[in-house]
């Protein structure tokens, strides 16, 4: 069972920016697909961005150029870097970790962008 820690949330204004971070209970950042996931009041969770173990990111649309997945082999932690921060970028923040059926999911950390 791998156990997922997130934190970094919190209220910040538009424009501003934040950095989430996730740290797994075990050393799989070589081995599982990390990435983040977000779910708005009301609305589906939606995949935010991923990393491969050998590094190759894919993000949605919506925040391509303004967030950046990233991970630290070293700290054995993932990180979403939030720039130009929107208030649609309001939710909850999850972290995932994924390899062959395996799956699992962090707590959640709370996102919000308003003046």
């Known amino acids: 069972q791998v156990q997922l820690v997130e934190s970094g949330g919190g209220l910040v204004q538009p424009g501003g920016s934040l950095r989430l971070s996730c740290a797994p209970s075990?050393?799989?950042?070589?081995?599982?697909?990390m990435g983040w996931y977000r779910q708005a009041p009301g609305k589906q969770r939606e995949l935010v961005a991923t990393i491969t173990s050998t590094g190759n990111t894919n993000y949605a649309d919506s925040v391509k150029g303004r967030f950046t997945i990233s991970r630290d082999n070293v700290k054995n932690t993932v990180y979403l870097q939030m720039n130009s921060l929107k208030p649609e970028d309001t939710a909850v923040y999850y972290c995932?970790?994924?390899?062959?059926?395996?799956?699992?999911w962090g707590q959640g950390t709370q996102v919000t962008v308003s003046s």
């Open positions: 995932n970790a994924q390899y062959l059926r395996l799956n699992y």
């Open positions: 075990g050393s799989i950042l070589s081995i599982y697909v």
